[in-house]
């Protein structure tokens, strides 16, 4: 319409705008709402936050005491074995002993017999 009568606008600047005064009531009630329900969400929000790092906490305290109970075990089970070990060496020692002993009253029950029997015959 302003090109008809042979006028050109290069720019165009808005200064200002004013809304009527219910359309600025009917804004300002849709913020005055907004606010306590977001202010509400931010608060479950953090509560969950919260409750995520108390868990995250736990789960690691309880891995903790999983692998301290583990270690505990493992310690337990390599001791035992250690004493099994001193246990069949000792027990293999005695057999060894016991037969080194039957064997040395052996040979001198032997030699005592041929000797024996040397001087009945003189």
Same mark, same amino acid.
């Given at each position: 319409?302003?090109?008809?009568?042979?006028?050109?606008?290069?720019?165009? /600047?808005?200064?200002?705008?004013? !809304?009527?005064?219910?359309? !600025?009531?009917?804004?300002?009630?849709?913020?005055?709402?907004?606010?306590?329900?977001?202010?509400?969400?931010?608060?479950?929000?953090?509560?969950?936050?919260?409750?995520?790092?108390?868990?995250?906490?736990?789960?690691?305290?309880?891995?903790?005491?999983?692998?301290?109970?583990?270690?505990?075990?493992?310690?337990?089970?390599?001791?035992?074995?250690?004493?099994?070990?001193?246990?069949?060496?000792?027990?293999?020692?005695?057999? !060894?002993?016991?037969?080194? /002993?039957?064997?040395?009253?052996?040979?001198? /029950?032997?030699?005592?017999?041929?000797?024996?029997?040397?001087?009945?015959?003189?």
């Amino acid at each position: 319409m302003v090109s008809q009568l042979g006028i050109e606008i290069p720019e165009f /600047h808005i200064v200002g705008i004013k !809304s009527t005064p219910e359309m !600025s009531k009917a804004l300002q009630a849709q913020t005055r709402e907004n606010l306590p329900r977001e202010a509400d969400e931010a608060i479950f929000a953090n509560r969950n936050a919260a409750v995520d790092m108390e868990r995250t906490i736990r789960e690691n305290e309880l891995n903790t005491e999983i692998l301290v109970e583990n270690k505990k075990r493992q310690v337990g089970e390599t001791q035992l074995s250690a004493d099994i070990s001193i246990e069949e060496k000792r027990s293999s020692l005695v057999d !060894s002993k016991r037969i080194q /002993h039957a064997s040395t009253a052996f040979c001198c /029950h032997f030699e005592q017999r041929k000797l024996s029997k040397r001087f009945d015959k003189c």
